[in-house]
T-cell receptor, first 115, second 112 residues
């Protein structure tokens, strides 16, 4: 069973703080990792992708990947109330949906940024 | 216009009725997906298609069927709707193995 695990939260941080969101996955062969942001009642929006060990920065967002520990994280610096949403971790699993692979999504972590 | 368009946006239907949810995309992607999202259960894959002649079941395909009418169109049907199919349904597309998915705006379906 391929799994992607996230703490459901809610994670509450004050405005201006760093929010840290974590994700673990079970398939050691996974190669592609994604973070989505989903506002209540809206569709998931891709915000970050990462494929190699280490950090990848895009504006206030940093994705971190450690394949040996099967761990992906998302850091949001200078958190704003508009960042309040559910963040979904997604992992491309090669044996899920044949050799070409499909994404498996975690259930998401709800982030609340307090003014 | 949105890259991935779902119709209808909201639908209330009665138990036993047949209903079709439609998805069209302008991204030129070959891969299309149907997911449902339920509180506490996350996104679950119903069906997916890698090209017009390719249809595959996901983890929760029972009670659903799909049709890939063209590269740009992928429809989901509930042959005989039941109340536990009440959910938020998303269509998504992907440009290839190493790409993420682009989601449509979703269809909120209520079966009464």
């Amino acid at each position: 069973q391929k799994e992607v695990e996230q703490n459901s939260g809610p994670l509450s941080v004050p405005e201006g703080a760093i929010a840290s969101l974590n994700c673990t996955y079970s398939d050691r062969g996974s190669q592609s990792f994604f973070w989505y942001r989903q506002y209540s009642g809206k569709s998931p929006e891709l915000i970050m992708s990462i494929y190699s060990n280490g950090d990848k920065e895009d504006g206030r967002f940093t994705a971190q990947l450690n394949k040996a520990s099967q761990y992906v994280s998302l850091l949001i610096r200078d958190s704003q109330p508009s960042d309040s949403a559910t963040y979904l971790c997604a992992v491309k699993v090669l044996n899920y949906g044949g050799s070409q692979g499909n994404l498996i999504f975690g259930k998401g972590t709800k982030l609340s940024v307090k003014p | 216009d949105a890259d991935v368009t779902q119709t209808p946006r909201n639908r209330i239907t009665k138990t036993g009725k047949r209903i079709m949810l439609e998805c069209s995309q302008t991204k030129g992607h070959d891969r299309m997906y149907w997911y449902r999202q339920d509180p506490g259960l996350g996104l679950r894959l119903i069906y997916y298609s890698f090209d017009v002649k390719d249809i595959n079941k996901g983890e929760i395909s029972d009670g659903y069927s799909v049709s890939r009418q063209a590269q740009a169109k992928f429809s989901l049907s509930l042959e005989s709707a039941i109340p536990n199919q009440t959910a938020l349904y998303f269509c998504a597309t992907s440009g290839g193995t190493n790409y993420g998915y682009t989601f449509g705006s979703g269809t909120r379906l209520t079966v009464v």
